[in-house]
């Protein structure tokens, strides 16, 4: 059975080498999975297509070390063509997450394969509208924000009029009820955000600093996964 079946995004970890304040990425990638991160997304803007395939080989390599590659999905951001040439050289990727901007879902769909997570950035402006209507059938979840600005991506929720738009938790709330589809929620997002966020009922969290920067990524990770838990308790 493939990952895609059994799709959990409560506690999600994007990440790549400009985000680790120069430490190597793999072991932080350990940590979040040790950790009990349930998703975890290989994203740069920086380094090369090789780089990416071989941080992605590493990435599954740290997955199926901690016997989870039946239950922790790897996916890849943006890249349609890492995806493929990863799976090209036998690496076990579970799929991709785009944006709006980024190669349309039906293609990744086609390219990818019916057993593939495709992940989709819900828009920023006129959200919740956009939820309500948008053409599902080819995603597996949405993923939406920010719930503050973050240095991470200065440019994320930013509207048609070029400001950006932060969400509040009961934005947050009506997303979940509206959505017909899994949501996970990101940006900015810190350990004090999270037994808010999970009474919102959306699906899960997403975060790239909260772990990636942090003193004890480990220890951060667990922390985040723990607090999920505990206030997610009808979820478990
Ligand atoms: C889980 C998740 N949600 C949203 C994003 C943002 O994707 P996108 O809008 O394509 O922006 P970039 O990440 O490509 O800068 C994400 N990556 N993951
Ligand atoms: C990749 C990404 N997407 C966002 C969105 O709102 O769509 S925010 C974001 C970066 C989140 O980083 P941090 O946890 O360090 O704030
Ligand atoms: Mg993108």
Same mark, same amino acid.
């Given at each position: 059975m493939s990952?895609?079946?059994?799709?959990?995004?409560?506690?999600?970890?994007?990440?790549?080498?400009?985000?680790?304040?120069?430490?190597?990425?793999?072991?932080?990638?350990?940590? *979040?999975v040790e950790g009990g991160?349930?998703?975890l997304q290989i994203?740069?803007?920086?380094?090369?297509?090789?780089?990416?395939?071989?941080?992605?080989?590493r990435a599954s390599e740290v997955i199926a070390q901690a016997g989870k590659s039946d239950t922790v999905a790897l996916l890849v951001d943006d890249r349609l063509d890492v995806?493929?040439?990863?799976?090209?050289?036998?690496?076990?990727?579970?799929?991709?997450?785009?944006g709006q901007s980024d190669i349309p879902v039906e293609v990744c769909r086609e390219y990818l394969?019916?057993?593939?997570?495709?992940?989709?950035? *819900?828009r920023t402006h006129e959200l919740f509208e956009y939820i309500k209507t948008a053409d599902v059938s080819q995603i597996d979840y949405f993923g939406a924000g920010p719930l503050h600005?973050?240095?991470?991506?200065?440019d994320c929720g930013l509207n048609l009029d070029g400001k950006v738009i932060t969400r509040s938790f009961d934005d947050?709330?009506?997303?979940?009820?509206?959505?017909?589809?899994?949501?996970?929620?990101?940006g900015g997002v810190k350990l004090a955000d999270i037994p808010q966020l999970a009474e919102t009922g959306v699906d899960g969290f997403f975060v790239v600093s909260a772990v990636s920067e942090a003193?004890?990524?480990?220890?951060? *990770?667990?922390?985040?996964?723990?607090?999920?838990?505990?206030?997610?308790?009808?979820?478990r």
């Amino acid at each position: 059975m493939s990952v895609r079946n059994k799709l959990d995004i409560s506690a999600y970890f994007v990440v790549g080498p400009e985000n680790t304040k120069g430490r190597p990425v793999v072991p932080i990638i350990q940590d *979040a999975v040790e950790g009990g991160f349930t998703c975890l997304q290989i994203r740069s803007k920086t380094v090369s297509a090789r780089e990416l395939i071989q941080l992605t080989h590493r990435a599954s390599e740290v997955i199926a070390q901690a016997g989870k590659s039946d239950t922790v999905a790897l996916l890849v951001d943006d890249r349609l063509d890492v995806v493929l040439a990863a799976r090209k050289q036998g690496i076990k990727v579970d799929g991709i997450h785009v944006g709006q901007s980024d190669i349309p879902v039906e293609v990744c769909r086609e390219y990818l394969g019916d057993d593939s997570i495709v992940g989709l950035s *819900a828009r920023t402006h006129e959200l919740f509208e956009y939820i309500k209507t948008a053409d599902v059938s080819q995603i597996d979840y949405f993923g939406a924000g920010p719930l503050h600005e973050t240095k991470t991506k200065p440019d994320c929720g930013l509207n048609l009029d070029g400001k950006v738009i932060t969400r509040s938790f009961d934005d947050i709330a009506k997303l979940a009820k509206l959505s017909p589809i899994p949501v996970v929620v990101g940006g900015g997002v810190k350990l004090a955000d999270i037994p808010q966020l999970a009474e919102t009922g959306v699906d899960g969290f997403f975060v790239v600093s909260a772990v990636s920067e942090a003193d004890n990524p480990k220890l951060e *990770a667990a922390k985040l996964v723990d607090t999920w838990k505990s206030h997610t308790p009808l979820k478990r």
